[in-house]
């Protein structure tokens, strides 16, 4: 009877056990979880070793002095989609649920709720009669957004001309800005100089 109680015991501890098996690289924590990497795909598990997302492909390596892995900051990771073979960049939350669409050209992952993005926008000039298209061109912004995806500061209101064509844009363009501190970016200019740019907390 004894054996019978202790087994029942033991039953509520021991049913519930996960086990990941053949993983090909387990990194370390960030922001609560752990990135794990199954073949060419990554997922996360939490402190209690339970898989929270589960293992998909789209989600982007960030370089560290222990490898290439996936990492979660202020609640967001970055994910990748190619569209017309153009890389595009977005961001799920810690439910695996994309929260920022992938809609930019490169991204950083966040920092203290910020992110430097690339942002994209079309602009129409006319209209090609003969072919019946319309005739755009793109520029695009280094910008500043939030946890959300909203722009909060333009960094080179100017922009600059792009063309989005996957033979022009087999790798990600540069983010040539760079974070400072929460309010102050270095921004390089089109004559290869540095401007000190402070924006709003």
Same mark, same amino acid.
């Given at each position: 009877m004894k054996k019978i109680v202790i087994a029942l015991i033991l039953i509520p501890f021991f049913g519930f056990t996960q086990t990941i098996k053949n993983l090909d690289f387990i !990194?370390?924590?960030?922001?609560?979880?752990?990135?794990?990497?199954?073949?060419n795909t990554w997922g996360f598990i939490n402190n209690e070793g339970t898989l929270v997302i589960d293992f998909r492909d789209d989600l982007?390596?960030?370089?560290?002095?222990?490898?290439?892995?996936?990492?979660?900051k202020n609640g967001r990771c970055l994910i990748s989609e190619k569209k017309d073979g153009i890389t595009y960049f977005g961001y799920i939350d810690k439910t695996g649920e994309t929260i920022i669409e992938p809609q930019f050209l490169? !991204?950083?992952?966040?920092?203290?709720n910020k992110a430097l993005v690339l942002h994209v926008i079309e602009e129409r000039i006319g209209k090609n009669e003969i072919l019946g298209k319309n005739v755009v061109f793109h520029r695009s912004f280094e910008v500043v957004i939030d946890q959300d995806g909203?722009?909060?500061?333009?960094l080179n209101p100017e922009g600059v001309n792009i063309v989005l064509s996957k033979t022009r844009l087999r790798t990600p363009p540069n983010i040539t800005s760079k974070k400072i501190t929460d309010n102050i970016y270095a921004v390089l200019n089109k004559n290869k100089k540095w401007t000190v740019e402070v924006i709003d907390k």
């Open positions: !990194a370390p924590m960030s922001d609560d979880l752990i990135a794990v990497q199954k073949n982007v390596s960030t370089p560290s002095a222990q490898g290439e892995y996936p990492v979660f490169n !991204a950083t992952n966040f920092e203290n909203e722009i909060k500061n333009y």
